[in-house]
């Protein structure tokens, strides 16, 4: 059974950093794309960020200006996401998503952020 | 910048047919764009509707198609049922960005 599990969430900060982590079973992530996807509460969905299956390209949502960081560590077959320089507007739940065939076919429950000082 | 437009909310009844569109807001979509709609209900993580326009994974009910209807991407959910009631949001590959829609509140009533 294909699982995402995402964890790394919390209260921070602005201007604090969080290591996001995902966490998956089922499927080795080495072979699919992966994306980032948050939601701010009451909001629509966001992309933020993704990786081809063969570790690049990488790519980000122009609005994050630099500020995110994808990395993947295929050992632990798990996905990364640095968020930098937190602002109020970056409190979301990140979703970690499998891409098949330009569907995202598997969704984590996601991983709550709060910017707040 | 590139902008996805859906309807902010929509209802139908029971029963009855809708369909929802996806813009963009400077040209139009096509199949290159590879249209996807996802469902979503509160406290639940989206759901694949349809992907690559018009592809229905295993296990989504036949009842919702997807298309392309002029320049818009389109869904189109046929005898729509109360368990329908749901926020959805298409999703589109334009270039290199890929981006949400702001997404519909549906309610069946």
Redesign the interface.
């Known amino acids: 059974e294909v699982q995402l599990v995402e964890s790394g969430g919390g209260l921070v900060q602005p201007g604090g950093s969080l290591r996001l982590s995902c966490a998956a079973s089922g499927f080795r992530i080495s072979r699919y794309e992966m994306?980032w996807?948050r939601q701010a509460p009451g909001k629509?969905?966001?992309?933020v960020s993704?990786i081809d299956s063969s570790g690049t390209p990488i790519?980000y949502?122009?609005?994050l200006q630099g500020r995110f960081i994808l990395s993947r560590d295929n050992a632990k077959n798990s996905l990364y996401l640095q968020v930098n320089s937190l602002r109020d507007e970056d409190t979301a739940v990140y979703?970690c998503v499998r891409e098949v065939?330009?569907?995202?076919?598997s969704?984590?429950?996601?991983t709550l952020v709060t910017v707040s000082s | 910048?590139t902008v996805v437009t859906q309807e902010p909310s929509f209802s139908v009844s029971p029963g009855g047919t809708v369909t929802l569109t996806c813009g963009l807001s400077s040209g139009s979509v096509s199949t290159s764009n590879?249209p996807?709609w996802?469902q979503?209900t509160p406290g639940q993580?989206?759901?694949?509707l349809i992907?690559?326009t018009n592809?229905r994974?295993s296990g989504v009910p036949d009842r919702f198609s997807g298309s392309i209807l002029g320049n818009k991407a389109a869904l189109t959910i046929t005898g729509a049922q109360a368990e329908d009631e749901s926020?959805y949001?298409c999703?589109l590959?334009v270039g290199?960005?890929?981006?949400?829609?702001?997404?519909t509140r549906l309610t069946v009533l």
């Open positions: 994306n996807v629509g969905l966001q992309w993704y790519s949502a122009d609005s979703y065939r330009r569907n995202f076919d969704w984590g429950r996601g | 910048q590879y996807s996802y979503q993580s989206p759901r694949t992907y690559s592809s994974p926020d949001f999703f590959y290199s960005d890929r981006v949400f829609g702001g997404g």
